[in-house]
């Protein structure tokens, strides 16, 4: 199948039939997905699919459109906006690719991948809700199925610390790149901040979870039984699909030893991902109607300020100790 992009160029992509999502993951499916990581990619992201833009507050207005943007911005800077025909890989529901078109940091056109069918179906729903057009691919990141010099930006966020060889998968993306093209992936766990996120979550999830649970406030606070065991088993597979966090400098060196140049990694969110992260762990763990607007406001501006105050402790604070990194790089030009 041929897609037609600026200029006349075309993208040409390997047609084969998209496989069914699986949005049910059974204790069966958990048992082979332990031993099969691109199964658990799939049958987790499947299971997440449906509630994930709920799960994490996303949305396609100006708030997401600003922190898609600032994220960008923050890793690659405003230079080159915006960007024509850019692909991205591991683009879950869409987020990072809607809401930077939606911002003008993208023009398009726009192709989205995911491993998991169910995902690529939520991007494409919500670019249709969103006002937007994706063509979207069920796609393995290490062997990306797409032509040579086919892309003007290569985007992902949240993605590589799920992909078996990252390596490989910078080598795709440099592949499909034009020369001359950016990679910018935002949003990856950094070693130290992720122990501590992962830790703070945790604890937020038991003591909520045991809370709730107590005579007078089942009813009105926690969530179905069976929600919670769906949920429980799903935590089961993000042991297994989050393979990877990243030293900052490490990671740097792996796209550069993929054949990127001018490779740049900054990372971000200290206090805020200490708020964040139980935050977003109590808004899952308790009934969705429960919280509220007011919540939710709270919730936010409290992370921006957080944020606000990130950015001061990024010229004292060691970048090894914040949550995020961010990474980007060009693929060398022809002749260079």
Request: hydrophobic residues 40%.
């Amino acid at each position: 199948m041929l897609l037609g992009s600026k200029g006349g160029s075309h993208v040409s992509m390997q047609a084969d039939p998209r496989p069914e999502p699986r949005p049910a993951a059974t204790e069966e499916d958990v048992e082979a997905a332990w031993n099969d990581v691109k199964l658990a990619q799939v049958l987790y992201h499947d299971w997440e699919a449906a509630t994930y833009d709920d799960k994490w507050s996303i949305s396609y207005d100006d708030r997401c459109q600003s922190y898609a943007a600032d994220r960008f911005s923050v890793a690659a800077g405003r230079e080159g906006w915006p960007y024509g025909e850019t692909l991205e890989i591991g683009a879950g529901t869409g987020f990072f690719t809607l809401n930077l078109a939606l911002a003008g940091v993208l023009s398009g056109p726009l192709h989205v991948t995911d491993l998991s069918p169910g995902m690529v179906e939520a991007a494409e729903r919500n670019a249709v809700e969103a006002g937007l057009h994706v063509h979207g691919k069920v796609a393995d990141a290490e062997a990306l199925p797409y032509d040579d010099d086919s892309f003007d930006l290569v985007i992902g966020h949240a993605v590589i610390h799920h992909i078996p060889d990252v390596e490989q998968a910078f080598r795709e993306m440099l592949r499909v790149l034009r020369p001359g093209g950016r990679v910018v992936i935002c949003g990856e766990p950094t070693k130290v901040g992720d122990r501590i996120a992962r830790r703070l979550g945790q604890l937020t999830w038991a003591t909520s979870t045991r809370v709730t649970a107590l005579p007078g406030l089942r009813s009105r606070w926690a969530r179905p039984k069976e929600e919670l065991d769906a949920s429980s088993r799903a935590a089961a597979l993000e042991w297994v699909v989050d393979l990877h966090t990243f030293d900052p400098d490490e990671l740097a060196r792996t796209a550069l030893r993929a054949g990127a140049i001018d490779v740049h990694t900054v990372t971000e969110e200290l206090t805020a991902s200490w708020f964040g992260w139980p935050a977003r762990t109590l808004e899952y763990a308790l009934r969705p109607d429960r919280l509220g607007r007011r919540w939710a406001q709270f919730s936010y501006s409290s992370w921006q300020r957080l944020s606000a105050l990130d950015q001061v402790l990024t010229r004292v604070v060691p970048d090894k100790l914040f949550y995020n990194v961010s990474i980007t790089g060009i693929k060398p030009p022809q002749g260079g």
